[in-house]
């Protein structure tokens, strides 16, 4: 810039942010949802007489791993993170698998009823909960699965939201490339593999995370699915903690820590998937 009397000025620079504006209202709400978690993860350190003292502290005098000891020691904590373990384990196997059979078949091949099939299927999504558990219930003490550990994982085997996920992600891949390996000899379980599946890797990401938040979180059907104690997930085991008159703040806060830290682990590893899955969901219907 030239001023008149020939010299050169440095031009004004504009002032902005170092971030964008949005994060001075998401930083506030993401404080706001951090906050019970860090509540719980210092309750877990209190020692009872700080949990249950009037006015409530929010930080601990110093680590008290009373809570964590009396879980080891008192508890099968170990034992039920295995089971959940295993159960969300296959839940999330069979997901991957069946929701991706599923999802290309009613995206790609063509059959007769192919639409009212799909439809029906998503339509199950608006049945409750509570209005099937009396009959899986029955059934299940037919088939003698009633009380084990196939009573929490058989109903997470594959679901209708899985299927519409992965429905929604294929509709979006270009046929083209499906075209060109049935060209060079592939056949559809072929094409299917070694094609389509690569390319799905941030639906397959995103349908394994929301199956494993599900299954790991899941109380109500395994609460009335299981009575023995050895068979227990995470959740209905910490779930006895609270009883009528009295709760073990100190193990519930140290066994809700133990529980929570698989989930956040890994939301992280594949947060990276969201975008593009719910991106390609989008495209066609």
């Known amino acids: 810039m030239t001023t008149s009397s020939g010299t050169r000025t440095a031009p004004a620079r504009s002032w902005r942010l170092p971030f964008s504006p949005w994060h001075l ?15 719980m993860v210092l309750t ?19 680590l008290h791993f009373d809570g964590y000891t009396k879980l080891l020691s008192e508890s099968h904590i170990l ?31 063509k059959f007769a009823g ?8 998503v339509a199950t999504v608006m049945i409750p909960m509570q209005l099937l558990m009396i009959p899986t219930y029955l059934m299940f003490a037919q088939l003698g699965i009633v009380d084990t550990l ?12 899985g299927i519409f996920l992965m429905r929604q992600f294929f509709l979006g891949l270009p046929v083209e490339l499906e075209e060109a390996a049935r060209l ?16 799905a890797r941030p639906a397959l990401a995103t349908l394994a995370v929301f199956t494993l938040l599900s299954s790991w979180n899941d109380l109500l059907w395994p609460l ?36 929570t830290l698989p989930l956040i682990v890994a939301f992280l590893v594949a947060q990276r998937r969201f975008i593009a899955t719910m991106t390609f969901t989008g495209l066609k219907g």
């Open 184 to 199: 060079d000899g592939c056949g559809a379980l072929r094409t299917f593999v070694s094609v389509v599946l690569p390319l």
């Open 25 to 39: 209202l998401l930083m506030p709400l993401a404080l706001i949802f951090v906050l019970p978690l860090v509540q």
């Open 224 to 259: 009335i699915a299981i009575s023995d104690d050895t068979k227990f997930t995470l959740q209905v085991g910490l779930a006895s903690f609270q009883g009528t008159r009295r709760t073990e703040w100190s193990q519930l806060m140290a066994g809700n820590v133990i529980a």
């Open 44 to 62: 877990s350190f209190m020692s009872e007489s700080e949990i249950n003292r009037f006015p409530p502290k929010f930080i601990p005098s110093g």
């Open 114 to 121: 192919r639409g009212l099939a799909f439809v029906a299927i």
């Open 150 to 161: 196939a009573a929490a994982f058989v109903p997470w085997l594959a679901s209708a939201f």
């Open 79 to 109: 034992l039920w993170f295995g089971n959940t373990v295993l159960v969300s384990a296959v839940a999330v196997i069979s997901h991957l698998i069946l929701c991706s059979l599923a999802g290309y078949g009613f995206a790609r091949l």
